[in-house]
């Protein structure tokens, strides 16, 4: 004889609970859940009349993952935001690489869609930020 050791864990006792509130009354027998027919050990695995009860299963599968069906991440993480508000209160210096030349300046304040970037010896910018391509401290510039 052949014992295995089930060790279940939470989200195997919350699964079952799920299928069993899932099942129709029709598959309910004296108040308890129906267990499913066919491939028991004990008729010899002969599968006659178990093309309803893989039916049946297939279906309180397919209800269990609609159940489990996890909610997407939040599309806003306030990186970014955090990050703006960090260099804006540093006054760090920044260079700002766009589709074709770099801005040196510091972030005065940013918005949804644009920052404002003040440069010494030139005008400031309010660059719109589809048009950056990335950005970095001036400090880490290579070759300095």
Same mark, same amino acid.
Do not use: C, H, L, M
């Given at each position: 004889m052949n014992r295995k050791l089930i060790r279940t864990t939470l989200a195997d006792v919350k699964a079952k609970g799920?299928?069993?509130?899932?099942? %129709?009354?029709?598959?309910?027998?004296?108040?308890?859940?129906?267990?499913?027919?066919?491939? $028991?050990? $004990?008729?010899?695995? $002969?599968?006659g009349g178990g093309g309803g009860a893989a039916a049946q299963r297939a279906a309180q599968s397919a209800a269990a993952v609609q159940v489990r069906k996890r909610t997407p991440p %939040?599309?806003?993480? $306030?990186?970014?935001?955090?990050?703006?508000?960090?260099?804006i209160d540093a006054h760090t210096l920044m260079v700002i690489v766009l589709q074709d030349e770099e801005i040196e300046g510091t972030i005065e304040w940013y918005d949804r869609n644009a920052i404002k970037v003040n440069r010494k010896g030139s005008p400031n910018l309010l660059i719109l930020k589809h048009n950056i391509k990335y950005m970095y401290k001036a400090d880490e510039r290579e070759g300095e």
């Open positions: 799920r299928d069993a509130a899932v099942q %129709p009354r029709e598959q309910r027998v004296n108040g308890s859940p129906a267990r499913p027919s066919g491939g $028991s050990s $004990s008729d010899g695995g $002969s599968g %939040p599309t806003e993480t $306030s990186a970014e935001i955090f990050y703006y508000k960090k260099q």
